[in-house]
């Protein structure tokens, strides 16, 4: 047993070792501290690992496929952050864990949602661009290397955020830890450098929130979009007079004085030059189709009311008449726009579709009013809206179920149903507003393959849905936003304002709280109730209702 005088003076000393190296066919002993030792085997360890990977030992195999294997998982969990393709070698086929790796790999990548990863894909990249550019190492980074990039971040014309440089440190951090390799976020000199940035960068300003649509809000714009469309009513009558083989240069050139109705007919003096008086007479008999003219010129002589006296001119982007003519040319473009829109490629000029379908609301008016109520109702966020597909939606005799295959608050996959139920009122109905544009899809695009495609698609200017392009949330925010202008409705409005509307109107009707973070999903009160908007304030007012 060594004394305390040996104990004192072994912990005065630092203890040594002796290790043989070889050089040049000599070898030579070199006296080591258990520091210097500890230092030599990390920076020797990853030639060691690739020496081993390179040279397997025979008798060891399983030894040889173990780096392998934590490589390969390693990449696979990088590829699943940054949604990148990994540059090493898959696994042999043969090898039976092979397979297991990928469905690993699969369940790996189920963990972060397509924004999450795009947003730590920009900034991985922009990082590394940086270290490119300097010449530094970017996996692994030094802290000093994030440290001097974030420096850099803050010299910008517009410096970012604090947030923003928080979130750029966890990219950085995130991708060194499915690398296995040492964050550079966790050296303590990194937590001064952002207690420093704090003083010198402002803290991100919380945005106004937007406005919540209210119940009364929506019954406007669900009016508006009832009201009837001056450019559909004026495509559809030329496309009547088309089609019962008045040409084209005649329809150009008829004017309003040459028309006269009757109960059963319409009889119409025909000018065979743009200067020349009417020479010949065309009776039109009135018919119970969609494609009949009369019905179709005095729907359009009721919105175009008195001004220019040419039937047909152009329009401007609010349906407002313009004293110039389409002309001929105008009128075929008219007729070949609407047909390929409506028809495609397939159904050839069979005009009686093509009048049937303008004598309905517009396709992009019935979308949104779709859109509107059930987001509503549903107290939808926008990507829930953007992920439906029509095998989603499921009618009951209670209203229809909306099966929500994932969602921010459930990232696993899960899954939930929605109970939405019929409307009192036919014009907010959001049951009735989804058949009515299923059945507009179906009608125009037919019923083929439908129930995987998406609910909510791109609607062009002519009226053609592309089943194959659903609205990206983006598009749904400038949905919202350019109905409520078209009614009137001031404020600030964008996709969130579906999901505050359902929440603040439930709110101020005093329903419990439990039963609306129910329909909204919130997994907890205290996020709900940032969702309800007091923009009034008399609304569920304390001191009103008190008995003063």
Known sequence: MATPGQRAKRRSS????????????????????????????????????????????????????????????????????????????????????????????????????????????????????????????????????????????????VPPSLSTLRGHVNAINRVHAELDLPVPGDDPAMNMLMRGLSHQVPSTRAADPMDALRIEDLRAVCRYLELPDPRLLRDRAIIALVAVGVPAAIVARLRWQDLRFTDRQAVMRERRAKNAGPTTTRKLPASGDAACPVHALRAWRDVAGSGPPLVFTLLDRDGRRDARGLGPSGVAQVVATRVDSLLGEASGNDFLKVTQLLSMAPADAVRDRALLLLGFAMAARRGELTDLVWS????????????????????????????????????????????????????????????????????????????????????????????????????????????????????????????????????SLDSLVRYIRHDDVFRRNAADRIGL
């Not at 990977?53 to 969990?77: D, E, F, K």
């Open 392 to 523: 989603d939606l499921r009618n009951v005799d209670e209203g229809l179920l909306v099966r929500l295959r994932r969602s921010k608050t459930d990232l696993d996959g899960r899954g939930t149903t929605l109970g939405i139920p019929w409307g009192r009122s036919l014009s907010t109905c959001p049951v009735r507003a989804v058949a009515t544009w299923r059945t507009r899809v179906e009608l125009q695009l037919g019923q083929e393959e439908m129930d995987a495609s998406p609910v909510f698609v791109r609607v062009g200017r002519g009226g053609r849905i592309t089943p194959d392009e659903p609205l990206t949330r983006e598009a749904i925010t400038m949905v919202v936003r350019r109905r409520m202008s078209q009614a009137g409705i001031k404020g600030r409005w964008g996709g969130r304002s579906l999901r505050a509307g359902l929440i603040s109107t439930a709110a101020d009707l005093d329903l419990p709280l439990e039963l609306i973070a129910q329909q909204s999903r919130h997994a």
């Open 14 to 157: 630092p203890p040594t070792r002796v290790m043989q190296l070889g050089l040049d066919g000599e070898s030579f002993d070199v006296v080591l501290t258990r520091a210097d030792e500890r230092n030599l085997r990390r920076q020797l360890s990853p030639f060691v690992a690739a020496a081993r990977r390179a040279n397997p030992t025979p008798s060891l195999a399983g030894q040889a496929t173990q780096p392998r294997l934590s490589a390969q998982l390693r990449a696979a969990r990088t590829e699943a952050l940054l949604g990148i393709t990994s540059s090493l070698p898959p696994l042999p086929a043969t090898d039976a864990l092979g397979p297991l790796l990928a469905k690993t790999a699969e369940y790996y990548s189920r963990s972060l949602t397509d924004q999450t990863r795009g947003t730590y894909r920009r900034r991985w990249e922009r990082f590394s661009g940086w270290c490119d550019q300097h010449g530094l190492d970017n996996a692994p980074a030094e802290p000093a290397t994030v440290m001097i990039y974030l420096a850099s971040m803050v010299d910008q014309e």
